[in-house]
């Protein structure tokens, strides 16, 4: 008999839906329950194609005994962490603060007051490795619960009052200037990672909006190392095992230093991410690859994230089936010699070498995961081709890995203003239009009549969860980055009305700062807000660049006075952890600039003056340029009033702190002032 998930819209609850668990979703009806019944609240958090949320409930949740156990003595609540990142951070929050360290599955004790009280992440069936099992925890809970409830309220407590001190110190509202920019470069040149790109140690995670930062640091400053990093990573990983070399897109980390083996879940907002990186790199640098990698990601993203209803999918699983029958992680995309043998005939050997297939192996029972290495020799091209379409037409006949489609507004965002961007650098204009589709998405779906966004929603029924500020940031963000490719100032007004709720809602109007959710939203053991970038941008620095592009389209000075403001924490934390920073110092790095505001004016019909001006426009590397582009006499875009033809002729104007160059009507005298 189904339990209370089999109406929920999330494809993680909806896999739970059916365990002999009595789960209910978080709601105020689950804590009102576990007071009435006075029990504790057994909180599990994770992710439809997170591992180890797989492994936890094929081990536990599954079973018929642990499962009656859960149910006699706790309420059991399960939470889509990418449904609910407010309640995800708040209880995340708690467990490193406690635990020094946190992931998923998360596995939070709670009084019926929602105060945590006990943490953890995964438990094994049985006790190893000095871990105690899942039913042992259940059981020192219990008894903790019965015997010691005093003590149980008092650690429970100075948890929240802990988590309450923890808040942000917002050290000022200046923005950061050239030196914290220099520090921060500095800092990262000494976690970079010479001999194999990246950051830090393994695991080892795309770096994409540090690669952003480094690069419009690069077109302000000309910094030749800077550009350096961002290319040699780039590189790196995009003839690594993270690449699918087959099918294109990335996956969502590296196990070792190398960027060999990957953790092979496949998320949207990498993938985004990362194209739009590629692409911007590809712009600095005219990179071959950059190019390559940057198509092959938007195709990946369109062709097999893409839902019915035109937006995006949140992800692919790591796990897929082995062909039999059993789940096993990466299935779907490793090779042996033997494999390479059956499908390529004479083309094996060849096979191997170019794409580093050993009788070793490179992952799991001699299974490699494919990639580019580096090496000697010319490869035959067409051959090369032709070896892909083999390989590729043979994976499509093993069992692919699930699909989470719901479809996140904040993610959705990210892929509008890369898919946009890509589709315009490349001339792909269905890339354009598949960015225009997913846009359409959110405001039909995801927008209400006040234009409140929502978090999700999943085969065009929208969700129950309010958007987070992530939400509104990356939003705005593709629609500014629509309005400036497409020309349509709808996307302009569109991005304005989210931003202005983030004005009114998540904005501390005394200090400057950002909240992660809403001032009218459901109040939480606390208020999450966290200015850090993580795999994605944080709320705060989305929310930051989105503000400053509106104002520089605009000319709004409460827009730009709230992205400077949010700015001053970046000045803080950028010299200290840059890498934890990257969206917010590449948002530094625009306010820096200007940034610069591009009118592009011709007159109606497809004149290819305007086309060839609007297209250096947006390939100007200036970082965080807005570009508007129309006829004289426009309403579509504010920056287009009163910027008439020159001799008749398309005219580009280029403006910066109050101070406007002489419009131009040759593309190259327009690319001089755009800094390249």
């Not at 789960?23 to 997170?50: D, I, K, N, Q």
């Not at 070793?360 to 032709?386: A, W």
């Not at 890995?401 to 890369?418: E, F, H, S, T, Y």
Request: aromatic residues 8%; negative net charge.
């Amino acid at each position: 008999m189904p339990n209370r998930l089999a109406h929920e819209t999330s494809p993680y609850l909806l896999q739970h839906a059916d365990n002999p668990v009595d789960w209910w979703p978080w709601s105020g009806e689950a804590f009102h329950e576990a007071r009435r019944r006075g029990v504790p609240v057994l909180l599990s958090v994770g992710y439809s194609s997170c591992h180890w949320c797989h492994v936890l409930a094929r081990e536990s949740f599954e079973d018929e005994t642990t499962a009656a156990f859960m149910n006699e003595h706790f309420v059991s609540v399960k939470v889509d962490r990418e449904e609910r990142p407010d309640v995800d951070a708040v209880y995340m929050e708690a467990v490193q603060a406690a635990t020094g360290q946190g992931g998923w599955p998360m596995t939070v004790f709670l009084t019926p007051d929602a105060e945590p009280f006990y943490f953890g992440t995964y438990f094994p069936p049985a006790p190893r490795h000095g871990m105690p099992s899942f039913r042992q925890v259940l059981e020192g809970v219990r008894s903790a619960w019965a015997d010691r409830r005093d003590e149980v309220a008092e650690v429970a407590g100075k948890i929240v009052r802990d988590l309450a001190q923890r808040e942000i110190s917002h050290q000022g509202t200046r923005p950061p200037g050239e030196q914290e920019l220099a520090q921060a470069l500095l800092g990262l040149t000494r976690e970079y990672d010479p001999q194999r790109g990246g950051f830090g140690g393994a695991p080892k995670f795309p770096p994409s909006m540090v690669i952003e930062f480094l690069l419009r640091h690069h077109a302000r400053t000309g910094a030749d190392g800077a550009l350096q990093m961002a290319a040699d990573t780039c590189e790196r990983m995009a003839r690594g095992g993270l690449y699918d070399q087959l099918g294109g897109g990335f996956a969502r980390y590296s196990v070792d230093r190398d960027w060999v083996v990957p953790h092979f879940e496949k998320m949207l907002y990498d993938n985004a991410l990362l194209c739009r990186a590629y692409a911007h790199l590809w712009r600095a640098t005219g990179s071959a690859l950059a190019r390559r990698v940057a198509l092959e990601t938007a195709d990946f993203m369109v062709r097999e994230l893409r839902t019915a209803e035109g937006g995006f999918a949140s992800a692919l699983d790591a796990d897929s089936d082995d062909g039999t029958g059993k789940h096993v992680e990466g299935a779907y995309y490793v090779w042996t010699p033997a494999q390479f043998d059956e499908v390529l005939g004479d083309d094996a050997d060849l096979a191997a070498r170019y794409f580093g297939v050993t009788p070793e192996g490179t992952f799991e029972h001699g299974q490699s995961v494919l990639q580019l290495p580096q090496q000697e020799g010319v490869f035959d091209s067409e051959k090369i081709e032709s070896v892909k379409r083999r390989l590729l037409a043979k994976r499509a006949e093993r069992p692919a890995p699930g699909r989470d489609d719901k479809v996140v507004a904040a993610w959705n965002g990210l892929a509008v203003a890369a898919l946009a961007e890509t589709g315009a650098y490349f001339d792909r204009p269905d890339l354009v239009e598949a960015a225009v589709g997913a846009a359409d998405l959110l405001v039909r779906l995801h927008l209400d009549d006040h234009a409140r966004l929502a978090r999700t929603s999943r085969d065009g029924q929208v969700g129950a969860n309010a958007g987070v500020l992530e939400d509104y940031g990356d939003v705005a963000e593709g629609f500014l980055a629509l309005a400036s490719v497409t020309g349509e100032g709808v996307w302009l007004d569109f991005a304005g009305l989210l931003l202005d709720h983030v004005l009114a809602r998540f904005a501390d109007e005394e200090t400057g700062a950002l909240y992660d959710t809403a001032s009218d939203a459901e109040r939480l053991i606390r208020r999450p807000q966290d200015p850090t970038d993580n795999a994605t941008p944080s709320g705060w620095s989305a929310a930051a660049g989105a503000l400053l592009g509106y104002a520089a389209h605009t000319g709004s000075a409460p827009h730009r006075t709230a992205a400077e403001r949010a700015l001053g924490v970046v000045g803080t934390l950028g010299p200290r952890v840059p890498r934890f920073v990257g969206w917010g110092l590449a948002v530094a790095e625009a306010l820096l600039d200007g940034p610069r505001e591009i009118a592009v004016v011709g007159p109606a019909g497809g004149d290819r003056g305007t086309t060839a001006l609007h297209r250096t426009a947006l390939l100007g590397t200036a970082p965080g340029a807005v570009v508007a582009v129309g006829t004289p006499g426009s309403d579509e875009f504010p920056l287009l009033a009163d910027r008439p033809l020159v001799g008749g002729a398309a005219a580009a104007y280029v403006c910066r702190n109050f101070t406007c160059d002489a419009p131009t009507t040759d593309p190259e005298r327009l690319k001089a002032a755009l800094g390249d």
